[in-house]
């Protein structure tokens, strides 16, 4: 791991990465998503395995959560670029490693991950460490959030081109955001040109989750807020879609956790699925 406190990804995108790696490392094939990259640019301790936060069996339905999301994205983004849809954009990107994992398909588009500066000084310098390097195609856009930044003219200035369509993804931010800070994000990417495409997670609230999950979601909401990461904005279905109406957008649909559960875990007979709590909001301009 990095040794400058300013140029370190934050804890959350770190255990994301942990969590895909013990899906291919821990979990019997067949893996819905293998990632063992961000596992590569995190660098762990030798023991990693054995953080509490890592404990495979009392973990599983997050980790199981967490490649769900990842693969329905990357779904998404391959159907749209086989229609020639040739911009992807990732808000919040953390340790994404579809450009690492997925060259057939990235090196086709022009992908921007958004992020702190830090985190994007240490992923730049980590990807060179490692041999993948930064292609012309891969645009890591640092945008100081917390003094302001804007990320949309940061994102201009990066190269992408506002008259084309994009598939735009950002997952596992809206719970930190408020819902004005949600609202504003939404009304700019309802800009985009038409054809675009947002995927966008959002938490439910408690009493929308399975009884089963909710005791787990309860006891990572004090570990969030003392990670200085608090849980701050939950949405029923029907308030995410109004959201994305208000803003713009004209075709917004609910895609519900439950539905990649059984998409992507059905025929599974280990027993290995999903919590609940997290859907997509998926929203076309």
């Known amino acids: 791991m990095p040794d400058e406190q300013n140029e370190a990804p934050d804890s959350t995108a ?8 013990l899906h291919v490392q821990h979990d019997p094939p067949p893996h819905v998503l293998e990632d063992e990259v961000g596992l590569r640019l995190a660098a762990p301790d030798d023991g990693w395995r054995q953080r509490p936060d890592m404990d495979p069996r009392g973990t599983s339905t997050f980790r199981a959560a967490i490649v769900a999301r990842a693969r329905f994205v990357e779904d998404l983004v391959a159907e749209h670029a086989g229609r020639g849809v040739a911009q992807y954009v990732i808000l919040g990107a953390g340790l994404d490693t579809f450009a690492q994992r997925r060259p057939e398909i990235a ?3 022009r992908v921007f991950e958004i992020d702190q500066p830090g985190t994007q000084a240490w992923k730049r310098r980590r990807l060179t460490e490692l041999g993948y390097g930064v292609p012309d195609w891969l645009r890591l856009v640092p945008v100081d959030f917390e003094a302001g930044g804007d990320w949309w003219e940061r994102l201009s200035e990066a190269g992408f081109d506002r008259a084309r369509p994009a598939v735009v993804a950002c997952t596992g931010v809206t719970m930190y955001l408020t819902a004005d800070a ?3 994000t939404l009304r700019r990417l309802a800009g985009l040109a038409p054809g675009s495409t947002l995927a966008m997670t959002f938490m439910l609230p408690t009493e ?7 005791p787990a979601l309860e006891a990572t909401k004090p570990r969030a807020q003392a990670s200085g990461t608090p849980f701050i904005s939950f949405y029923t279905p029907q308030e995410m879609l109004a959201l994305a109406r208000d803003a713009g957008f004209e075709d917004t649909r609910h895609v519900a ?10 025929e599974r007979t280990d027993g290995l699925r999903p919590s609940s709590g997290e859907d997509f909001l998926v929203a076309t301009v």
Do not use: K, N, P, Q
């Open 107 to 109: 090196s086709r588009l």
């Open 208 to 214: 929308l989750i399975d009884d089963a999950d909710r």
């Open 257 to 266: 956790g439950a539905l990649l559960a059984e998409r992507y875990f059905g």
């Open 14 to 21: 770190v255990r994301v990465a942990l969590w895909r790696a």
């Open 182 to 184: 949600t609202a504003a």
